[in-house]
Structure formats: C-alpha cells, structure tokens
C-alpha cells in the first residue's frame, strides 16, 4: 500500500492564482483531513470528509475549498491565492474518528508570492 | 491560552538520555494521541491512548485523564530520535487540537 500520496511536493504561487492539492488514499479510509501547518504553529485543520460525498469546514477553512467524489481521492483547492495562505499543507485519512490512528500524506510545501 | 500545552518548546540532550516530553490539556477529550515529525517533515503516528501507559521499543506514553495530563518518554535516547514530537487530543466532538510541538535534538 502507498498509504497517503500528496502531488506537488512544492509549489510556488503568484497572489491570485488558483490550484489544487491532491491527496489520495488506498487504505480504504472513510475519514480524510487536510491541515496546515505554519512555523512555529500546531497543525490547523482546514476541512474534513467522513466519506464520500460528505465534507464539512474545520477551523480554518477560508480561502479553500473540497471536494470528496471518491473514497480515496480528496482534493483541496485554493482560490485566489493570498501570502497568508503560504503553509506546509498535509493530508491525512484515517478508518474511523476519535479513538483511532490518523495516516498522514508527506505534505506540500506552498508559497504565495 | 491553548487548549493543549507542551512542555519543553525546545529540548537538547546527550545521546543515552531519557527524555519526558509533557502534554497538559484543558478540553474533555476521547482520545490523546503523540505523533513524530521527521526533519524531513513526514509525520507518523505513535501512539493513541484512552487511559493507562503505552510501550513501544524505547518509546512509553502514559495518560493521567484525571490531571489531563500525559508524557512521552523515550529511554536510551539516540541521535536518531531528533524530530518534532506532536501532542494533540480529540475533544468531546471529534475535533482534534494539536499542540505546537517539541522540537527534541540529541546530540551524539
């Protein structure tokens, strides 16, 4: 199994583009995260899905959006890109909530110029 | 103040040490977990805890529900343990609360 795949690594943005961060998961996951983690900060959670079809905001959702079509698939979108949106963004899934064990993707490095 | 404090920010230690890492909490929670951020910026999961001590290899985290309180110790310590090592709980509403981390470095 792969476990959590993120495309890009890395990713340089001009203020107001747009792009998506994929995330994918073969584990069969009904639960999937997507985070930020700014320096110095703890991990912030963006949005989440409890399964396909289904995905609600988390603390931070602003300036993003989700979409959850599929089981493994999760992307996350940027609109108009801002600097305050330059992070390190990972992705993770997990079998249920709570009590249980969050696989977490290598993350994406973007920046807002 | 943040739901979920760690202590120490920053920790530098000679390789053979034994290291606590502390995680207090303020919010009723269902589950703590103790994650490991790798220099490279992976993040892998070490262990979950509802109650009780957990061992893994030279790993051992404990929970203490009634102090809302819990630590990472790591015996034997080596520089390979160097990361950023992550508290974070899951409140009443399945909302999880990272806190900001430990950066440990061991020294060999």
């Known amino acids: 199994n792969a476990g959590v795949t993120q495309t890009p690594k890395f990713r340089i943005l001009k203020i107001g583009q747009s792009m998506t961060l994929q995330c994918t998961q073969d584990?069969?996951?009904?639960?999937m995260y997507w985070y930020r983690q700014d320096p110095g900060m703890g991990l912030k959670l963006i949005y989440y899905s409890v399964g396909a079809g289904i995905t609600d905001k988390g603390e931070v959702p602003n300036g993003y959006n989700v979409s959850r079509s599929t089981t493994e698939d999760f992307p996350l979108r940027l609109e108009l890109a801002a600097p305050s949106q330059t992070s390190v963004y990972f992705c993770a899934s997990s079998y249920s909530t709570g009590g249980t064990e969050q696989y977490f993707g290598p993350g994406t490095r973007l920046t807002v110029t | 103040k943040n739901e979920v404090e760690q202590s120490p920010q920053n920790l530098t230690a000679q390789e053979g040490e034994f290291i606590t890492i502390n995680c207090s909490y303020s919010?009723?929670?269902?589950?703590l977990h103790w994650l490991q951020q790798h220099p490279g910026g992976g993040i892998v999961s070490l262990f979950m805890l509802s109650s009780g001590k957990k061992k893994h290899g030279r790993l051992i985290a404990t929970i203490n529900i009634q102090e809302k309180h819990s630590s990472l110790h790591i015996t034997a310590s080596h520089p390979r343990d160097s990361a950023v090592y992550i508290c974070a709980v899951m409140n009443r509403d399945d909302k999880i609360i990272f806190g900001k981390g430990t950066r440990l470095h061991i020294l060999p």
């Open positions: 919010v009723g929670i269902s589950a």
């Open positions: 584990m069969n996951h009904n639960y």
